[in-house]
């Protein structure tokens, strides 16, 4: 199946009808995806490129980013899953050339797809603990910007009629 292009992704995704209206269901993942997708049409530069300018940069994350370089690929370990029929953790993307991460997405996307390492993810977190100050002390994100990051955002209501177990809200500052 062909990829789409950005411009037809947003299209496409345009012409569909809503799944539910704003404010009745939480859904998972495909907000961040549109808008992965707005940022680079917004731009017009690839979505690594603008995290890299606006976030990792700033915060000195050096090895992070949509695909692992190939001389750095030996450090990258293979990814596990569980298969609980058998009881064994499979893999799910192997190590080195062969792995996911190891060429450019097709379509990088702002739901998911970064890679980094420990020390980079932890500049991050210092950051967001941080009010959104890098370690220069430049705001790299505005305190209002991590404060609606680290709140809250689905209704009680919501909430009451969600699919997940008993317990997945808990203290998790979803949505």
């Given at each position: 199946?062909?990829?789409?292009?950005?411009?037809e992704w947003l299209?496409?995704?345009?012409?569909?009808p809503l799944m539910d209206h704003p404010g009745d269901v939480w859904r998972y993942d495909?907000?961040?995806?549109?808008?992965?997708a707005l940022i680079m049409r917004v731009t017009d530069q690839p979505l690594g490129d603008v995290m890299a300018t606006r976030i990792f940069d700033p915060l000195g994350m050096k090895d992070r980013?949509?695909?692992?370089?190939?001389d750095k690929l030996d450090r990258f370990p293979p990814c596990y899953r569980p298969n609980?029929?058998?009881?064994?953790?499979d893999i799910w993307d192997p190590a080195g050339p062969s792995s996911f991460w190891a060429s450019e997405p097709e379509f990088p996307g702002g739901h998911g797809g970064?890679?980094?390492?420990?020390?980079?993810?932890?500049?991050?977190?210092?950051m967001m603990m941080n009010s959104g100050k890098g370690p220069s002390g430049r705001?790299?994100?505005s305190e209002a910007s991590v404060h609606a990051m680290?709140?809250?955002k689905v209704p009680v209501e919501v909430k009451a009629r969600s699919p997940f177990s008993p317990g997945f809200w808990d203290n998790r500052g979803w949505g």
């Open positions: 199946m062909p990829v789409l292009s950005l411009d299209a496409r995704l345009s012409r569909l495909l907000s961040m995806t549109v808008l992965g980013g949509f695909t692992v370089p190939a609980r029929e058998a009881g064994t953790a970064l890679v980094s390492t420990a020390d980079d993810y932890l500049s991050f977190a210092r705001q790299v994100l680290m709140s809250d």
